[in-house]
């Protein structure tokens, strides 16, 4: 579907015909959230439930195409991370599957070993890792950037001094959710490897609605997102490399041997069939190739930078406001995801002024980056504004 390019650049008008959610006059502005789903994705469900709502693997002719449909999702989901298909599990949620995934370790680390937890993260990716910590009795060392510069990224060199030969496991956010900032995976995936058997465990939730991902050039041992914020239903995707899963155990049943792929050692059954179904349409969304792919997405990150201008040159051309971490609107340093506060204003306040005088649909609060909102950024239990755009937003 190569219809949202015109010599090269995006096409808004085209790009908004495909979701129908934008015929109303709501403006969303809430799309780290979840975005808004395409219009293609939703046909799929229906024609899904309608035609093929069978359990998979029967060898009547129903069953046979109920099982076509739900491989050329899990296919087009390797494809779109530029992974193998037996490196993926689908999932409910991020937060499920990176629980999934800290359990399978729980018999994997020795006790006494180190696992590093960025602080700034969403909750998904800390407080399974702080479960597993407590339950195999392992050291849990804070990765928190320093505040000083301003904007709070982690780094390579800000990790370094937290590995020992004793690190099992490193995780990170490839962008806040809060922040918009994005991080050099491939440095820290460099970086974490330097110590023998380390690993990486991204989220890469706040990153996907925006930029291409590319598991392999990451670096990355494991990387998950939710489709529910990539124009699609409510579910997720888990990545773990080959090397990588041989530190996962099996949850799954006894008789489902070999269990040779990620899908099997963590699914447990829950991926629905008829959201799996909606992902080939959601690939097909930013070209018919991996080479329109990669003009589609850079078409988006241009749109995207017009975009946070817009905004980043008003709020940072306040004296009250304070906007959170990357204050700059260079495609290459973050994402359209900006937070900020109002000097003697309350965040609460300001949306629910924002909702009366206007249809711009914006949210305050910490977006389960609690402890980076109360105990990096010291806000209280109102958090942030955020404002989060995406490419289908003018």
């Keep these: 579907m190569a219809d949202i390019l015109v010599d090269g650049n995006l096409d808004v008008d085209a790009v908004r015909s495909h979701f129908p959610a934008l015929k109303q006059n709501q403006v969303f502005l809430d799309n780290a959230g979840g975005s808004q789903v395409l219009s293609d994705a939703i046909n799929s469900i229906r024609t899904y439930l309608e035609e093929t709502n069978v359990q998979l693997g029967a060898s009547y002719s129903v069953g046979q195409k109920a099982t076509q449909k739900y ?111 994005i991080h050099d995976i491939r440095r820290i995936a460099d970086e974490v490897h330097t110590v023998q058997g380390a690993m990486l465990c991204v989220d890469g939730v706040a990153y996907a609605p925006h930029r291409e991902v590319d598991v392999k050039s990451l670096g990355v041992d494991f990387y998950s997102f939710s489709w529910y914020k990539v124009y699609g239903p409510h579910i997720a995707v888990l990545y773990a490399s080959s090397s990588a899963q041989a530190s996962v155990e099996s949850l799954g049943h006894y008789f489902q041997t070999p269990a040779n792929t990620l ?55 306040r004296e009250d406001v304070t906007v959170y971490s990357e204050r ?67």
Aim: aromatic letters at 8%; proline letters at 3%; a neutral charge.
């Design 71 to 181: 491989n050329e999702g899990l296919q087009a989901a390797a494809d779109f991370i530029n992974a193998d298909v037996s490196e993926i599990v689908i999932g409910p949620s991020t937060t499920q599957l990176f629980a999934n995934l800290s359990q399978s370790f729980a018999l994997s680390f020795p006790a006494h070993a180190e696992i590093i937890i960025s602080s700034i993260d969403h909750e998904a990716n800390i407080s399974s890792w702080v479960r597993l910590a407590k339950i195999r009795n392992l050291t849990l060392k804070w990765w928190t950037p320093s505040s000083e510069s301003g904007d709070l990224k982690l780094t390579a060199e800000n990790l370094r001094p937290l590995l020992s030969d004793k690190t099992k496991l490193v995780t990170c956010t490839h962008t806040s959710n809060i922040l918009g900032s």
């Design 263 to 317: 899908a099997i050692k963590l699914g447990l059954a829950a991926a629905s069939y008829e959201l799996v179904g909606t992902i080939p349409s959601l690939l097909s969304y930013f070209g018919p190739d991996a080479s329109t792919r990669k003009k589609t997405w850079a078409a988006i990150a241009a749109h995207e930078e017009k975009l946070q201008a817009i905004l980043l040159d008003f709020l940072n051309g």
């Design 328 to 394: 700059s609107k260079d495609r290459a340093l973050r994402v359209p995801v900006v937070s900020f506060s109002i000097k003697g204003k309350s965040s609460k306040v300001v949306v629910e002024k924002v909702d009366g005088m206007s249809d711009f649909g914006i949210r305050w609060g910490h977006f389960y980056s609690k402890r980076l909102v109360e105990e990096v950024l010291g806000l209280g239990e109102e958090g942030v504004v955020r404002v989060s755009m995406v490419h289908y937003n003018i």
